[in-house]
């Protein structure tokens, strides 16, 4: 307790990194605000059966995603998942496309370039998701919407709809720069905090929610409440040793002279990670499996084909994301790992893996490597993804599920261990003890979105 307070004080003792906590509290503070700011027109207390549809299903998960705002039909209510879902489709396209391929090679101006087509990109998203929120708004819960925004059109649209459709496309590209002001001069990275943000506040719902099922239910009583508390904390130590794990791969480095003095000849570790894609792998796959609710108009009438994809406890609907996990864990661990890169790199500094000849076959040795490796990490992976719909077959709540594992709980362990990784990294470099007694905190590869 002693060493917690100390280091409390430690970092509110360092000038710049008090603004930066401080800064992004603020931040985060008016994002909390806009996803209880209702769209023009909405009547709250008609939104009882809106708010009910959307605790079920894949719905539900978008409402985790946006903190709530989405079953609040807040003007903040498709988040940033169209952020996300953009992001996905132009890192896919530096993959095949020879201009984006380009752009990505080009450094800082390349980098910008790529990101102004990312909220372009974003803009189209949300022209095709905004209709979509907005028609099952007018159609399956009218009662909830002013008469007269309904009554009165423009250009052939209802005030609402035209109303609604500015203010959706409008406030998602607020946030995303929202979370940008939090990358450039708050803690962590913007986008990666905003979702957990907006996961972490339907957390206190969603324990209440089970509590109360428990008791009311007499499904356990509070015994098998404790135990669930238990056993998700045992998910969420297995959560860290998966986003910390590493295989260390000896690197010896040649002896130079310098002057008189003798240089290298030393023992040294190439650390590579278990799961270097982080959380990436889950957020892709989530959102392409978001996509059939682009063609869905009435979510709760659907059936057949359609309605696989839209339950996430629906065994069809966990098999496809399993299998999208394992295959988006390889592909953004081959975009984000060169092991090229790597050897050309151990090259130049006079270091060599042992029993291994260096240029290509030291590459090729850490491929190898790279590709053991991330199968059992992808795997794993994936078993967290799918657990909360496992844990749904023994009578847990819908929305205590969704943080029993899967994309949820991932994202809180990522994005909280690198936001203390950055915190220690300010209080190493001030000469203050870091977080923990052992070692440093080992954070994720990038953010939520590869930022």
Request: charge should be positive; aromatic fraction near 12%; include cysteine.
């Amino acid at each position: 307790m002693k060493r917690f307070i100390e280091t409390i004080q430690n970092i509110f003792r360092i000038e710049d990194l008090r603004k930066r906590i401080l800064y992004t509290l603020f931040i985060i503070l008016i994002y909390r605000f806009g996803a209880h700011v209702v769209l023009p027109g909405i009547n709250p207390g008609g939104l009882a059966a809106f708010t009910k549809s959307t605790q079920e299903g894949i719905l539900g998960m978008l409402d985790l995603f946006s903190g709530g705002a989405f079953s609040n039909a807040s003007i903040f209510a498709l988040g940033i998942m169209p952020y996300i879902s953009a992001s996905i489709v132009v890192q896919l396209l530096t993959l095949v496309v020879p201009y984006f391929q380009r752009l990505q090679k080009e450094g800082e101006s390349g980098r910008k370039k790529i990101n102004q087509i990312t909220r372009y990109l974003t803009v189209i998203v949300l022209a095709i998701q905004s209709p979509a929120y907005i028609a099952n708004l007018v159609n399956q819960f009218p009662q909830a919407i002013a008469p007269f925004m309904l009554q009165h059109h423009i250009l052939g649209f209802t005030a609402f709809s035209v109303c609604a459709f500015i203010l959706l496309i409008a406030s998602t590209l607020f946030i995303m720069w929202l979370g940008e002001r939090i990358t450039d001069n708050g803690i962590g990275n913007g986008i990666s905090m905003i979702i957990m943000i907006g996961i972490i506040a339907r957390f206190p719902y969603a324990i209440k929610a089970e509590f109360v099922a428990r008791i009311t239910e007499m499904n356990g009583g509070p015994i098998v409440f404790i135990v669930e508390l238990v056993l998700m904390m045992v998910i969420i130590a297995l959560c860290i040793l998966l986003v910390q794990g590493t295989r260390r791969i000896p690197v010896q480095y040649a002896k130079r002279i310098v002057g008189n003095k003798q240089y290298g000849g030393v023992r040294n570790y190439l650390p590579l990670k278990v799961n270097a894609a982080g959380v990436m792998p889950i957020i892709f796959a989530q959102a392409i499996m978001f996509l059939p609710l682009m063609f869905v108009r009435n979510v709760q009438t659907t059936s057949g084909f359609w309605s696989s994809f839209i339950d996430y406890n629906r065994a069809g609907y966990n098999i496809v994301f399993f299998i999208l996990i394992i295959l988006f864990t390889y592909f953004y661990t081959a975009i984000t790992i060169n092991p090229q890169q790597i050897a050309e790199d151990l090259k130049k500094n006079g270091g060599f893996i042992p029993g291994i000849k260096p240029g290509k076959q030291t590459a090729d040795f850490i491929d190898n490597v790279m590709s053991r490796i991330t199968l059992p990490g992808s795997i794993f992976l994936g078993i967290v993804a799918v657990l909360p719909a496992i844990v749904r077959m023994f009578g847990v709540n819908q929305q205590f599920a969704q943080f029993f594992g899967g994309t949820s709980l991932l994202i809180m362990v990522g994005v909280v261990l690198d936001t203390l990784q950055q915190i220690e990294s300010h209080l190493l470099m001030r000469h203050y003890d870091g977080l923990t007694k052992s070692g440093r905190i080992k954070g994720r590869t990038g953010g939520v979105y590869g930022g």
